[in-house]
Nanobody, 111 residues
Framework: QVQLVESGGGLVQSGGSLKLACAAS????????MSWYRQAPGKSRELVAT???????NYADFVKGRFMVFRDNARKTVYLQMYNLTPEDTAVYYC?????WGQGTRVTVSS
């Protein structure tokens, strides 16, 4: 059974950085489509970034140039490096791979 566990969320000031991690278990490799989503209070869940089997990356327009998704296959972990955070980035961030979701990690950006 595939499981995804996110970590790395927290409270950061506007302009700061955070690095989220998504550790996968129950799979032989993270060379599969992996995505980060987020859900802000009162809003729908939205796609933030994806990395596919060939490591092609795609980003939502609102994070381009500020966020970077990458993976460490040896650790079966996918990361979301976030720079220049703003209060609008405040949300619970979720890791997704195909039909599996993590429990989320909360990111709060103070102004």
């Amino acid at each position: 059974q595939v499981q995804l566990v996110e970590s790395g969320g927290g409270l950061v000031q506007s302009g700061g950085s955070l690095k989220l991690a998504c550790a996968a278990s129950g799979i032989t490799s993270t060379i599969r489509p992996m995505s980060w989503y987020r859900q802000a209070p009162g809003k729908s869940r939205e796609l933030v970034a994806t990395i596919d089997r060939s490591s092609t990356r795609n980003y939502a327009d609102f994070v381009k140039g500020r966020f970077m998704v990458f993976r460490d296959n040896a650790r079966k972990t996918v990361y979301l490096q976030m720079y220049n955070l703003t209060p609008e980035d405040t949300a619970v961030y979720y890791c997704n791979s195909l039909e599996t979701w993590g429990q989320g990690t909360r990111v709060t950006v103070s102004s």
